[in-house]
C-alpha cells in the first residue's frame, strides 16, 4: 500500500528510471513457462548484481520467481494491490503494489499484523490510538512476512485462492507454503524487483475488508503440522531422500521443519541439515538449500558454527562453502565493503571455543576461496573488454 502524502516507493522508482533499470527489463514467458523462462535483463551499474540471488515480482502476470541470476529457482502465483484509491479528510491512500528496486529490511515468522488506519475506515470503526491492542491481529499475515519497508510486505495468506489476482492494499501474498519458502530463502539486503501491473485504477475494492473481519478459528490460524510427529533421524532421512530424487519439491518443507528444531535444541537436527550441503544433485536446488543453510547460520551463528565443527570434515568443507557462497551472493554490495555480511564476521572466533573453531576455520577457508574465485571472474571480465 502507498501512502502518497509520503511515498519512498516513488522515490525508489524515479531514481530507478534515471538510472535506466528498470528501461533494461525484457519480457518473460507466460507463468506456466516454470523454471526454464529467463530473468528480465539486469543493466551493468546497477544496485542489482546479473550473477547475484534476487527476487522479482511480476505484476502483470503475478508471480513471484526468486532468482539465480538468469536461473528461476523456483516461482509461484500472488496477490497483489488493486490500485484502489481511498480518501478522508486528512488522509489519502493508494492500494497499489509500487513498481521500483526495494531491499528485505526483516523477515518474521508467525507475524502480528498491524492494523492501519484504513482497516478501520473501510470497515466503518473508530480508529484507535496507535498503541491500542484491537490493532494487533495474530494471522493477518499468514505464516511468514518479509518486510520491505514503506508500509510493503511479501507474506502468507489465508485465502490462497485469490493467489494471481489484484486483491490486496499493495503487499504481496502467497501461499503460506511458498512464503516460509521465501523466508528460509532471502536475506536482510536481498534484492526485490517489482514491475509491470496495470495503469488503470481499480473499480473494486481489496478483499481484505471481508477476509480480515471473519472470524477466524485456532485451527485456520495455523494447521497441524504432519511432520512434527516424526522423529529427526526420520526427518533426516526423508531430507536426503527429497533432495535427491528427480522431481519432488517438497524437501524445503521437511527442512524448515529440522532447521526450526535445529535453532531451538535438536543438535542432531543441525548437524545433520549442515550435513545435507551437497546431497542435491541439480544445479537448481543445490543453490536454494544452499540459502537455507544461510539462513540458519545468520539466525543461529554460535551454535551453526560449532554444530560445522561437530560433522565430517568432507561434510562440513561443503557445508562452509555451500553457507558463503548463498549469503555472499544474496548480498549485491561491495564484499570489501565493511558491513558486508561475510559470515566468520557474525561470530568471533574466540567465542567458539577450542572444540568448536574447526567450524569457524571452516567458513574463512571458503570465503578465501570465494573471494579469488570472484576475483578471477572479475579480471577475466575486465580483460575480455
Known amino acids: ?29 507466460a507463468a506456466t513457462a516454470g523454471p526454464e523462462q529467463p530473468a528480465q535483463e539486469i543493466n551493468p551499474g546497477t544496485t542489482i548484481r546479473p550473477d547475484g540471488k534476487y527476487v522479482l515480482v511480476d505484476l502483470d502476470l503475478n508471480q513471484l520467481r526468486f532468482m539465480d541470476g538468469e536461473r528461476v529457482l523456483w516461482w509461484a502465483h500472488v496477490g497483489t494491490g488493486t490500485g484502489f484509491r481511498l480518501t478522508t479528510d486528512d488522509q489519502k491512500w493508494h492500494f497499489s503494489t509500487p513498481n521500483g528496486i526495494m531491499h528485505v529490511q526483516f523477515k518474521e515468522l508467525n507475524p502480528e499484523w ?3 488506519d484504513w482497516y478501520f475506515i473501510e470497515n466503518k470503526l473508530p480508529i484507535p490510538p496507535a498503541d491500542s491492542p484491537k490493532r494487533k491481529q495474530p ?162 551463528s554460535l551454535r551453526a558454527a560449532v554444530s560445522l565443527a561437530r560433522i565430517d570434515e568432507k561434510a562440513r568443507r561443503r557445508a562452509a562453502e555451500s553457507i558463503v557462497r548463498a549469503t555472499m551472493t544474496l548480498y549485491h554490495g561491495s564484499p570489501d565493503d565493511p558491513t558486508a555480511p561475510w559470515p566468520t564476521r557474525r561470530v568471533p572466533k574466540w567465542r567458539l571455543g577450542p572444540s568448536g573453531q574447526a567450524g569457524w576455520e571452516a567458513l574463512q577457508a571458503a570465503e578465501e576461496s570465494f573471494r579469488a574465485e570472484r576475483g578471477a571472474r572479475t579480471a577475466a571480465a575486465t580483460r575480455a573488454r
Open 1 to 29: 500500500m502507498i501512502r502518497i502524502a509520503k511515498s519512498h516507493a516513488a522515490r525508489v522508482l524515479a531514481a530507478a528510471a534515471l538510472l535506466g533499470i528498470l528501461g533494461g527489463c525484457a519480457t518473460v514467458g
Open 114 to 116: 498491524v492494523l492501519p
Open 139 to 300: 494471522g493477518g499475515l499468514g505464516a511468514a512476512a518479509v518486510y520491505l519497508g514503506d508500509e510493503i510486505a511479501i507474506h502468507g495468506t489465508d485465502r490462497p485462492e485469490l493467489l494471481g489476482l489484484r486483491v490486496s492494499h499493495g503487499c504481496i501474498r502467497l501461499a503460506n507454503e511458498y512464503a516460509l519458502r521465501l523466508f528460509h530463502n532471502v536475506q536482510v539486503g536481498t534484492p526485490v524487483i517489482i514491475r509491470g501491473g496495470p495503469k488503470e485504477v481499480a473499480r473494486e475494492q481489496p478483499d481484505s475488508v471481508a477476509s480480515f473481519t471473519r472470524q477466524r478459528s485456532a485451527a485456520a490460524k495455523k494447521p497441524p503440522n504432519p511432520l512434527a510427529s516424526l522423529s529427526t533421524q526420520r526427518l533426516l532421512a526423508r531430507l536426503e531422500q527429497q533432495l535427491k530424487a528427480d522431481s519432488t519439491t517438497a524437501w524445503h518443507q521437511t527442512a524448515i521443519e529440522l532447521i526450526g528444531r535445529g535453532l531451538r535444541d535438536d543438535a542432531d537436527a543441525l548437524r545433520g541439515v549442515l550435513s545435507l550441503a551437497g546431497a542435491a544433485p541439480g544445479v537448481l536446488r543445490s543453490e536454494e538449500y544452499g540459502t537455507f543453510l544461510a539462513d540458519v547460520f545468520a539466525r543461529g
